[in-house]
């Protein structure tokens, strides 16, 4: 093909320069214009007035002698150190930079009006063109027509491959793979056409073009385009981690791998099996933070299933085909291979070449490509086992990837639970689980079942574990308490008012003050009242709380476990209360253990060991009796009754040495008259050392505490004046024999108050009555006696009321209002009373003392 000269190339008046990426214009630097050589010589006096800034060099030496523009010389040199040192007082040091700058700036203002005047000119060639003449089309085909035609596919196959990267770039964006690979494979067809001769219709040699000598470009595009086939593979197979693409996309994707990377159907399935298998690790590496760490764990959970649940669905959706129906990627590979479109087949897989250049922005310019190019199609198999999956492979991969990753899942998820220490946190994580299960299609019941197992061992396990570690705390905690409330009763003689019930009942809590009254304040007041009306003092509750806490949260979980029973729960409940029962008979056994244990340790030596040997008995009461841990700890009656019998066997325990101990104290103190005492005066009444002992034993048994069953304290009163009667009566009384006669009676009336039981005292203090009498016929009569006893007793049943039945059931109807107050009847008035106790004489100086 000629080629006509341009009139721009034909100038011989315009030079060229360099504008980086082409040549333009440009007009001499000095125009060389002969003129006549002048002969005038500028006079010396007028040498300072010569313009020199715009004057041509060769000018000024035609004009001036050598001195002349020596002078100018230093003239010039003068100003330039002139404006220098203007320039450095004006800028400082940097002046060097701002002159070339200055100076880059002059030289960009010349190249621009250089380059101006350049478009200036190429546009006035090219107005000065003539204009073409419209072609006149005749039936008669030229061969100027058919090398137009020619030239015009050719520049259709260059234009394809010019423009393919940016296409490409285009579809990698958008996540398109399918039709990535599809133009790929289309511009390696179009570059073998060019390259190779491989046109069918033309061929370009017949035109007298060859495309390697006349358009390298051709070559170094195709080198371009060639590497898009590696990113194209390394996308689309990142691609395939994201487990929420829909099943379309995952199978133009495993297309693309097909066709690019020549893989087999079953390589495609391993590669989307491994990739999401590092998506799914990326999600279980993940860690929940603290400050969300129950939200963001639902979250870890939820991604985690729905990566393995689209997992598998998504392989089942491309490559499981049916009876009735093609796989998808089976259906796609038939559409490529037949133009057979099946059932279902979604109209994004359904691509062809002449779909993919219409979506192309140059689709106009790509239309006179040839047809065998635009009916291009992947060599595709599908009988081949290169195309094709059987489904036992398909299942077999499938099932040992889910199994693989749920087995992974299991343990990351048990990490993950660590941080959710409370059985109510776990279980509304199961709730959201199940709810999950529940909604997923994505799973076979079988993999369903599977997951919901493995869960339920998990959540079984966490409750098992959270529950150790409270039945442990509350373990620790109540022999730490136990310990240090036993340590503080033996070391602190002070200490009675935190242990003594009496003392405790009658210290009224602090009231909360004005600015305090809020709802938590309050609820501490009430909480130290009903304490009180319990005989909780204050270091029994410490050391109870701590295992009624513990129960009480147990109940709690029990409660939340328990009342979810259904059917897909039964069996885990079952695991649970199985797992339970050990548990919380394990504490029970060591709380009573460690009770045992610190009463075979104390000993009873003195009052402060007894006083801690009680303050164990006291525990041990409580939880047999009044306090809610062992029926909030178990729900096994056989358990419960267990526990309060041998609870209720150490408080016995402790009631029997501790009687022991107090009779024995009492009677080492009991202080025998000697025959001679108190012959002065008369005897009306039990002697005062007997009263004594038996206001010591009524405050002994008063600072047990008032137990909560009234069976108990009265059983507790009942032995221990039986005993300390039945020790009394084998002392030998060697005094005055009419106030031993009158203690004895007022003994025989106790026994009698308590009634049946009493049978071996009562024949003991008759036999010693009898035996007095016997000796002494004077003596006044026993029914006179009798009536004085009674009368004594009932002026003191107040302060010996612990020690005396609660009430009297012959006198409780006559009294009326007065029997709680006073069950034994209300002393006469009439007759001389006298002084309980034994006291000293006032001094002569007593009234003289000031007395506050």
């Given amino acids: 093909m000629s080629r006509r000269p341009s009139l721009i190339s034909n ?84 002046y060097r930079d701002l002159l070339q700058a200055s100076t880059s700036i002059i030289s960009m203002a010349n190249s621009s009006q250089r380059v101006i005047k350049a478009l200036e000119e190429t546009k006035a060639a090219i107005l000065a063109e003539r204009p073409p003449s419209v072609p006149k089309y005749t039936s008669i085909r030229t061969n100027e027509d058919n090398h137009l035609q020619a030239l015009q596919v050719l520049a259709a196959h260059i234009k394809l491959l010019l423009d393919a990267p940016e296409h490409l770039w285009r579809m990698l964006e958008k996540k398109k793979y399918f039709s990535a690979a599809w133009l790929y494979l289309l511009s390696r067809v179009v570059h073998r056409a060019l390259v190779h001769q491989e046109q069918d219709e033309e061929a370009w040699h017949s035109q007298g073009a060859d495309v390697l000598e006349s358009f390298p470009l051709v070559q170094r595009q195709w080198e371009v385009v060639a ?140 239309s006179v490509l040839p047809q065998n190019l635009r009916l291009y199609k992947p060599h595709v198999d599908v009988n081949s086992q290169f195309s094709s999956l059987p489904l036992t492979y398909l299942d077999q991969r499938v099932s040992e990837w889910f199994h693989k990753s749920t087995d992974i899942f299991q343990r990351s998820c048990q990490m993950w639970l660590l941080d959710a220490h409370s059985v109510k946190v776990v279980w509304s994580i199961r709730r959201f689980v199940c709810s999950w299960l529940q909604s997923s299609v994505k799973l076979k019941d079988s993999e369903m079942s599977h997951i919901k197992s493995l869960f339920e061992d998990v959540f079984r396990e966490r409750i098992v574990h959270i529950w150790e570690t409270e039945l442990s705390g509350a373990e620790q905690a109540f022999r730490k308490q136990l310990t240090s409330a036993v340590t503080s009763v033996k070391s602190n003689p002070g200490a ?268 003991s203090l008759d036999a010693k009555i009898s035996r007095i009498r016997e000796s002494n016929h004077e003596l006044p009569t026993n029914e006179s006696i009798l009536s004085r006893s009674a009368d004594y007793l009932a002026k003191s049943q107040t302060i010996l009321a612990s020690a005396l039945p609660p009430k009297h059931p012959a006198k409780s109807a006559s009294l009326g209002k007065f029997a709680a107050l006073l069950p034994l009847g209300v002393p006469l008035s009439d007759q001389e009373s006298r002084v309980a106790v034994e006291t000293a004489r006032p001094s002569m100086r007593f009234a003289m003392l000031l007395v506050n």
């Fill in 11 to 94: 100038s011989s008046s315009i030079s060229t320069i360099n504008l980086g990426n082409g040549r333009a214009s440009e007009p001499p630097p000095f125009s060389k214009k002969s003129s006549p050589p002048s002969h005038t010589i500028t006079p010396s006096n007028s040498i300072s007035k010569v313009p020199i800034d715009s004057m041509d060099p060769d000018e000024l030496f035609r004009k001036h002698n050598i001195a002349e523009i020596k002078l100018l010389q230093r003239r010039l040199r003068t100003d330039a150190d002139a404006k220098q040192e203007e320039l450095r007082l004006m800028v400082g040091e940097r």
């Fill in 227 to 366: 590497q898009f086939r590696a990113q194209i593979v390394h996308k689309a197979t990142l691609f395939l981690r994201d487990f929420t693409a829909s099943a379309q996309d995952i199978c133009a994707t495993l297309l693309s791998l097909h066709l690019l990377d020549s893989r087999p159907l079953s390589d495609t399935l391993v590669t989307l099996l491994g990739q999401r298998s590092k998506s799914l690790q990326a999600v279980l590496s993940k860690t929940p933070t603290p400050q969300g760490s129950i939200r963001e764990l639902k979250s870890c959970i939820v991604e985690a299933l729905d990566s393995i649940s689209q997992t598998v669905g998504n392989s089942r959706d491309v490559f499981q085909s049916g009876d009735l129906h093609l796989s998808l990627i089976r259906a796609t590979l038939e559409f490529i291979q037949t133009d057979a479109v099946s059932p279902g087949l979604p109209q994004e897989l359904q691509l062809t070449t002449q779909t993919l250049l219409d979506s192309l922005s140059s689709s106009s310019q790509l």
């Fill in 496 to 763: 009675s008012p935190d242990i003594s019930p009496v003392t405790h009942l009658f210290d009224a809590p602090s009231l909360p003050t004005i600015s305090q009254q809020e709802s938590q304040p309050l609820q501490k007041y009430r909480a130290s009242l009903h304490r009180q009306l319990m005989g909780r003092v204050f270091m029994l509750d410490n050391v109870l709380k701590t295992l009624e806490k513990c129960a009480a949260t147990l109940q709690e979980d029990l409660q939340l476990v328990l009342g979810d029973e259904n059917s897909d729960t039964l069996s885990l409940i079952a695991q649970l209360k199985e797992s339970y029962e050990p548990l919380g008979q394990k504490l029970c056994s060591t709380a009573l253990a460690n009770l045992e244990a610190l009463v075979d340790t104390l000993s009873d030596e003195t009052e402060l060991d007894i006083s801690a040997l009680v303050f164990v008995g006291r525990i041990a009461e409580e939880l047999s009796v009044t306090s809610p841990f062992i029926p909030q700890m178990s729900f096994n009656k056989a358990v419960t009754l267990d526990f309060q019998q041998k609870a209720s066997s150490i408080y016995e325990r402790v009631i029997e040495r501790w009687r022991e101990c107090t009779i024995l104290r009492i009677l080492s103190r009991h202080r025998v008259p000697t025959p001679f005492e108190g012959l002065n005066e008369p005897c009306t009444g039990p002697s005062n050392n007997l009263v004594e002992s038996l206001l010591a034993l009524a405050d002994s048994i008063l600072d047990l505490g008032m137990s909560r069953e009234a069976k108990r304290h009265v059983r507790l009163a009942d032995r221990t004046v039986h005993l300390f009667i039945s020790r009394l009566l084998d002392r030998e009384w060697e005094y005055d024999r009419i106030q031993k006669l009158h203690d004895m009676i007022f003994l025989r009336k106790i026994s009698e108050l308590w009634g049946p039981g009493w049978g071996d005292v009562q024949d």
